[in-house]
T-cell receptor
């Protein structure tokens, strides 16, 4: 089966930096996604990694190591509005089209003032 | 910014009844999906749809479920005979062609089966 693990909860203070880790074991690999989900809302796309290395997008960066089956999402200059669940998702399907995603259970991040 | 629209936002139905959840994907997207999230659990894939047919479905998507794109804009999920365990948030998503785009999810339909 497909296994995606991430911590259940994390806390941090406003202005700090937090790193949310994700490890995966899947039948194939066609990319890893990070989504943000506020309570009761839809997930929103944050980042996509398919090659090893760091992708930076403003305050958010995502890192991938395919050989280790590992990714992290780095959030800098934390704001209260960053309190949300962060979902790691893997596309195991090969080819040029986007197939199903397998999601982890999400990491609930609480940012304190 | 383009949105995926889902209706209704909440639906309460009696066990055994049929429900239809509706979605309007982003107009130039070609791939459509349904996912669900039982309260407190992970987001789970149900089905993907491309070129007017199902391209993949999960083990959850049994004979009680069906999808349709009845016209050029709507994408529907039908549950034929609802069970208590079908209670969940159902998300529609769409994606343009290409693997480096994340989905755009709709805001979801909260289905409660009583």
């Amino acid at each position: 089966g497909q296994n995606i693990d991430q911590p259940t909860e994390m806390t941090a203070t406003e202005g700090a930096i937090v790193q949310i880790n994700c490890t995966y074991q899947t039948s194939g690999f066609n990319g890893l996604f990070w989504y943000q989900q506020h309570a009761g809302e839809a997930p929103t796309f944050l980042s996509y990694n398919v090659l090893d290395g760091l992708e930076e997008k403003g305050r958010f960066s995502s890192f991938l190591s395919r050989s280790k089956g590992y990714s992290y999402l780095l959030l800098k200059e934390l704001q209260m509005k960053d309190s949300a669940s962060y979902l790691c998702a893997v596309s195991p399907d090969r080819g040029s089209t986007l197939g199903r995603l397998y999601f982890g259970r999400g990491t609930q991040l609480t940012v304190w003032p | 910014e383009p949105e995926v629209t889902q209706t209704p936002s909440h639906q309460v139905t009696q066990m055994g009844q049929e429900v239809i959840l509706r979605c309007v994907p982003i107009s130039n997207h070609l791939y459509f999906y349904w996912y669900r999230q039982i309260l407190g659990q992970k987001v789970e894939f149900l089905v993907s749809f491309y070129n007017n047919e199902i391209s993949e479905k999960s083990e959850i998507f049994d004979d009680q479920f069906s999808v349709e794109r009845p016209d050029g804009s709507n994408f529907t999920l039908k549950i034929r005979s609802t069970k208590l365990e079908d209670s969940a948030m159902y998300f529609c998503a769409s994606s343009p062609l290409g693997q480096n785009y994340g989905y755009t999810f709709g805001s979801g339909t909260r289905l409660t089966v009583v």
